[in-house]
């Protein structure tokens, strides 16, 4: 498998996820301003949508979005529980908040990368924005993960997502639960050893 992964983007995820997992895959570096893979190929004859993540396959299939990228890496090796079986209740839930952090937190918190964004529109998206995380700070409390006491996929994409605050200012300081969940996060060896190979520490 070749995962196509920016530095710190939201590729991060499916990132810390294969080194959870332990699986082979080459990774390859992607200059999302130019559209370039790492040694001049242009990325979008692999992507169209021209953004990362992006899976290939060892059969040739292109599978994005890293949602759905997550779930179809944690269920090549289930042993290691990234996720519920398909079909049990539990999965439908990582798949909930799997929804609600990408369409919720994702776009919210990478909306203020936009150094055109007028004043106002980020401020209304700041105000937004911590709605939608003193909802996530809630289902945090009492438990070390967001599902419970099992490290999951969506572990992987929460960390991801809110390792943006400090690229665009945003202080996570009136959640104190989130910034000690991060640590945790932070702390996982294949969490380390992802950070460290993308050049994030």
């Given amino acids: 498998m070749k995962l196509y992964f920016s530095p710190g983007a939201c590729s991060l995820s499916p990132h810390i996820v294969l080194r ?6 080459e990774p390859v570096k992607v200059d999302l301003a130019t559209k370039t893979e790492e040694g001049g190929a242009d990325f979008r004859t692999h992507n169209p949508k021209g953004y990362v993540p992006a899976l290939l396959l060892d059969n ?3 599978l994005t979005e890293g949602p759905a990228i997550v779930q179809y890496l944690a269920d090549l090796a289930p042993e290691k529980k990234l996720a519920p079986p398909n079909g049990a209740l539990p999965r ?5 908040t799997l929804n609600y952090i990408t369409s919720e ?4 918190m990478g909306s203020l990368f936009n150094a055109k964004m007028p ?8 105000e937004l924005l911590g709605r939608r995380l ?3 700070a809630g289902q945090l409390e009492g438990k070390t993960w967001l599902m419970g006491d099992t490290f999951t996929v969506a572990d992987a994409y929460l960390f991801t997502v809110l390792g943006w605050a400090k690229w665009v ?3 996570l300081s009136r959640w104190p639960g989130l910034t000690a969940y991060m640590e945790r996060v932070a702390a996982r060896p294949a969490v380390q050893q992802a950070l460290k190979a993308e050049g994030l520490i």
Avoid: M, S, T
């Avoid at 439908?92 to 909930?96: D, G, I, S, V």
């Fill in 105 to 108: 937190l994702h776009k919210g």
């Fill in 20 to 25: 959870e997992l332990g699986l082979p895959f």
């Fill in 169 to 171: 200012k945003f202080d």
């Fill in 119 to 126: 004043a106002e529109w980020r401020e209304i998206a700041v």
């Fill in 134 to 136: 003193d909802f996530i």
């Fill in 60 to 62: 040739g299939e292109l």
């Fill in 92 to 96: 439908y839930h990582l798949q909930e």
